[in-house]
């Protein structure tokens, strides 16, 4: 049982957050420096529109002639965008599952989530959504977020802006689903995430995939793949149904999703870590046959913000 401390504190926290940022920075030193051709192109920042005030914005972008108008209630900033950048939307999945997870993680392995004293698979996934969103930071991409529940039952999302603050915003809604907006969605996946989607973006889906139909997932991905550039972030949930072993013949099991029991023998309790990781690779292989890449992230923090962020910026210079 997790405390009430383990309970309130974030799955990522502003020290990570600066430490992936780090990370980022020294991975992309090579970009930065010598005779390199400009990452950035274009003559700055282009004014859209003015919008009401939402967390994660600077101070700066506060039209303060505009907010007088409204009395400050809400504040008015301006919106602003550089035409020569992509767009960076991560896919996260939400699920009661990803709060599933263990009190400490093998012998060995160290990282911020260890230390806390529980390691949950959401703490992958709200570290990936970080490291993607400092990679965006660093090349000045818009960054957003989608969360999902479930198979994709529920969409809620965060418009991209530009900057640290968003990411921090974005990590912060994560954890705590706060400042969402509920997305409508149309007939299908493919159709829901491309109509949310102002242009055309990289589109990283991050999830342990441990939901059911998730064929019909990777179908409707490879359509939005189409447009946009989708690829897989698996967090390898093996650790987490490392379960003990127990005395008893039978156990009951409950579906935290579903809340749906289901009694199963000690030996498949003891196979089920290893039924995980079999379901994983058969979620990567057929991505790939879909023509979706796909990363899996291990329990090694800094491995994983490394693999990461070379991926996603791979993809992004891709596409310059």
Same mark, same amino acid.
């Given at each position: 049982?997790?405390?009430?401390?383990?309970e309130?504190?974030?799955?990522v !926290?502003?020290?990570?957050?600066?430490?992936?940022?780090?990370v980022?920075l020294?991975?992309?030193k090579?970009f930065?420096? %010598?005779? $390199?051709?400009?990452?950035?192109? %274009?003559?700055?920042?282009?004014?859209?529109?003015?919008? !009401?005030?939402?967390? %994660?914005?600077?101070?700066?972008?506060?039209?303060?002639? &505009?907010?007088?108008?409204? !009395?400050?209630?809400?504040?008015?900033?301006?919106?602003?965008?550089?035409p020569?950048?992509?767009?960076?939307?991560?896919?996260?999945? $939400?699920?009661?599952?990803?709060?599933?997870? @263990?009190?400490?993680?093998?012998e060995?392995?160290?990282?911020?989530?260890?230390?806390?004293? !529980?390691?949950?698979?959401?703490? =992958?996934?709200?570290?990936? #959504?970080?490291?993607?969103?400092?990679?965006a930071?660093?090349?000045?991409?818009?960054?957003?977020?989608?969360?999902? $529940?479930?198979?994709?039952?529920?969409? $809620?999302?965060?418009?991209?802006?530009?900057?640290? %603050?968003?990411?921090?915003?974005?990590?912060?809604?994560?954890?705590?689903?706060?400042?969402?907006?509920?997305?409508?969605?149309?007939?299908?996946?493919?159709?829901?995430?491309?109509?949310?989607?102002?242009?055309?973006?990289?589109?990283?889906?991050?999830?342990?995939?441990?939901?059911?139909?998730?064929?019909? @997932? #990777?179908?409707?991905?490879a359509?939005l793949? @189409? &447009?946009?550039?989708?690829?897989l972030?698996?967090?390898?949930?093996?650790f987490?149904?490392?379960?003990?072993?127990?005395? =008893?013949?039978?156990?009951?099991?409950?579906?935290?999703?579903?809340?749906r029991?289901?009694?199963?023998?000690?030996?498949?309790?003891?196979?089920?870590?290893?039924?995980? *990781?079999?379901? &994983?690779? &058969?979620?990567?292989?057929?991505?790939?046959?879909?023509? #979706?890449?796909? #990363?899996?992230?291990?329990?090694?923090?800094?491995?994983?913000d490394?693999?990461?962020?070379?991926? =996603?910026?791979? *993809?992004?210079?891709?596409?310059?």
């Amino acid at each position: 049982m997790r405390t009430r401390e383990q309970e309130v504190a974030p799955l990522v !926290n502003l020290s990570e957050i600066s430490e992936i940022e780090l990370v980022i920075l020294k991975r992309m030193k090579e970009f930065t420096l %010598g005779d $390199h051709r400009s990452l950035f192109h %274009g003559t700055g920042f282009d004014f859209v529109g003015l919008r !009401n005030w939402e967390p %994660g914005d600077r101070p700066q972008t506060i039209d303060w002639a &505009q907010s007088t108008l409204t !009395n400050f209630t809400p504040l008015v900033v301006r919106d602003f965008e550089q035409p020569s950048t992509a767009g960076v939307v991560v896919v996260a999945d $939400h699920s009661r599952s990803t709060r599933c997870g @263990v009190d400490a993680l093998p012998e060995g392995v160290v990282g911020p989530a260890a230390a806390r004293g !529980n390691v949950l698979i959401a703490h =992958a996934i709200a570290r990936a #959504i970080a490291t993607i969103g400092m990679s965006a930071v660093f090349f000045q991409d818009s960054f957003g977020l989608v969360t999902f $529940h479930g198979g994709f039952e529920r969409l $809620h999302a965060i418009r991209p802006r530009v900057g640290k %603050g968003q990411v921090i915003h974005c990590v912060d809604a994560y954890q705590y689903e706060q400042d969402l907006e509920e997305l409508r969605q149309t007939e299908s996946l493919s159709g829901t995430l491309a109509g949310y989607l102002r242009k055309t973006s990289l589109v990283p889906v991050v999830s342990d995939f441990l939901f059911d139909d998730v064929d019909s @997932v #990777i179908d409707e991905l490879a359509r939005l793949d @189409v &447009q946009h550039d989708v690829f897989l972030v698996i967090v390898d949930a093996t650790f987490a149904y490392r379960l003990p072993s127990v005395s =008893a013949g039978w156990v009951e099991a409950v579906d935290v999703e579903t809340g749906r029991s289901r009694v199963v023998s000690r030996g498949q309790l003891a196979g089920m870590a290893e039924k995980v *990781r079999g379901w &994983q690779d &058969q979620v990567e292989k057929k991505a790939r046959e879909a023509g #979706i890449d796909a #990363i899996r992230l291990g329990l090694d923090d800094t491995r994983s913000d490394i693999a990461l962020a070379e991926f =996603a910026v791979e *993809r992004r210079l891709r596409k310059r």
